[in-house]
T-cell receptor
Framework: AQSVTQLGSHVSVSEGALVLLRCNYS??????LFWYVQYPNQGLQLLLK??????LVKGINGFEAEFKKSETSFHLTKPSAHMSDAAEYFC?????????????FGSGTRLQVQP | SAVISQKPSRDICQRGTSLTIQCQVD?????MFWYRQQPGQSLTLIAT?????????ESGFVIDKFPISRPNLTFSTLTVSNMSPEDSSIYLC??????????FGQGTRLTVV
């Protein structure tokens, strides 16, 4: 069965600093990979996804992530943090070519941005 | 993309009562799902809502407690039955077409008193 591990339940960075949120997956076949953001009292918004092709994917709000099969990782980065990036971030996976279409979510990482 | 409208957005309910949450998608979708997000935690899948047949429940969730309907390709309901304070959570509807990304409603914040 697939699973997702997000290292670090809380990450704090200064405004303008690099953001790095870690995600590792466990799956017998490389899955589809997603990063979602959740702002307070809101639903989830897709930041970016990896399905096939280029392993470096760019998303909204300046975020990007790199799929590394050898490391079973899909870490999320942003070169320069902004105060508006403060939110909860979830990594999620979905199996390929199976009947199970539901996403499996990691435990989430709360990003704080200090002025 | 798909826009999902979920209602109510929040409710405070008495223990022992039931609440039905509605989820409307602005386009036909293959798959619809219901998740629970307990305070400060991640999303846990309750069930997959199947159009025209019984929902598929995850381990730990049963139909008597969380009956689900999906009468067509754009609409689903989740009922939280015989509520207790432990049911206080955010309930999220999700839709997915094929293997594309999943879209989410704004969630229903439920407080049981």
């Amino acid at each position: 069965a697939q699973s997702v591990t997000q290292l670090g339940s809380h990450v704090s960075v200064s405004e303008g600093a690099l953001v790095l949120l870690r995600c590792n997956y466990s799956s017998s076949v490389p899955p589809y990979l997603f990063w979602y953001v959740q702002y307070p009292n809101q639903g989830l918004q897709l930041l970016l996804k990896y399905t096939t092709g280029a392993t470096l994917v760019k998303g909204i709000n300046g975020f990007e992530a790199e799929f590394k099969k050898s490391e079973t990782s899909f870490h999320l980065t942003k070169p320069s943090a902004h105060m508006s990036d403060a939110a909860e971030y979830f990594c999620a996976v979905s199996e390929r070519d199976t009947g199970r279409r539901a996403l499996t979510f990691g435990s989430g990482t709360r990003l704080q941005v200090q002025p | 993309s798909a826009v999902i409208s979920q209602k109510p957005s929040r409710d405070i309910c008495q223990r022992g009562t039931s609440l039905t949450i509605q989820c409307q998608v602005d386009s036909q979708v293959t798959m619809m799902f219901w998740y629970r997000q307990q305070p400060g935690q991640s999303l846990t899948l309750i069930a997959t809502a199947n159009q025209g047949s019984e929902a598929t429940y995850e381990s730990g969730f049963v139909i008597d407690k969380f009956p689900i309907s999906r009468p067509n390709l754009t609409f689903s309901t989740l009922t939280v039955s015989n509520m207790s304070p432990e049911d206080s959570s955010i309930y999220l509807c999700s839709a997915r077409q094929g293997f594309t990304e999943a879209f989410f409603g704004q969630g229903t914040r439920l407080t049981v008193v």
